[in-house]
Nanobody
C-alpha cells in the first residue's frame, strides 16, 4: 500500500514560482502519478500527470507552458514545478497514484491520494 505526502506549498506573489513535491512510501513506485487541485467552492480539477516511466506527460490547458511535472523514481518522488503563478492557481494541490496508464485526467483513474498542500497566490 502506497502512502503519499505532498510538500512545498505556500504563499507566493503573482508571477512567482513554487515547486511541489509528493513523496511516496511503499515497496514500489510503479504508478502513474497525477496532480489535481481544488479551489474554494469549486470541484477538484486535473492539473498534470506523468506515466510511471516519466516518458509521457499530460497537462490541463490552464497550466500548459507554466507548470512542469517530473518524477525521480529512485527517490519515489514526483514534482510539480509551477512558474508564472496566477491568483487563479490558488488551491489545495493533491497528488495521486494510479495503477492505470491512460485517461489520467480523470480522478476515477487514481486509487491513492495525498492529504494536499495549500498554494496561495496573491495579486
Amino acid at each position: 500500500q502506497v502512502h503519499l505526502a505532498e510538500s512545498g506549498g505556500g504563499l507566493v506573489q503573482a508571477g512567482g514560482s513554487l515547486r511541489l513535491s509528493c513523496a511516496a512510501s511503499g515497496r514500489t513506485f510503479s504508478y502513474a502519478m497525477g496532480w489535481f487541485r481544488q479551489a474554494p467552492g469549486k470541484e477538484r480539477e486535473f492539473v498534470a500527470a506523468i506515466s510511471w516511466s516519466g516518458g509521457r506527460t499530460y497537462y490541463a490547458d490552464s497550466v500548459k507552458g507554466r507548470f512542469t511535472i517530473s518524477r525521480d523514481n529512485a527517490k519515489k518522488t514526483v514534482y510539480l514545478q509551477m512558474n508564472s503563478l496566477k491568483p487563479e492557481d490558488t488551491a489545495v494541490y493533491y497528488c495521486a497514484a494510479s495503477d492505470r496508464g491512460d485517461r489520467l485526467e480523470y480522478e476515477s483513474r487514481y486509487d491513492r491520494w495525498g492529504q494536499g498542500t495549500q498554494v496561495t497566490v496573491s495579486s
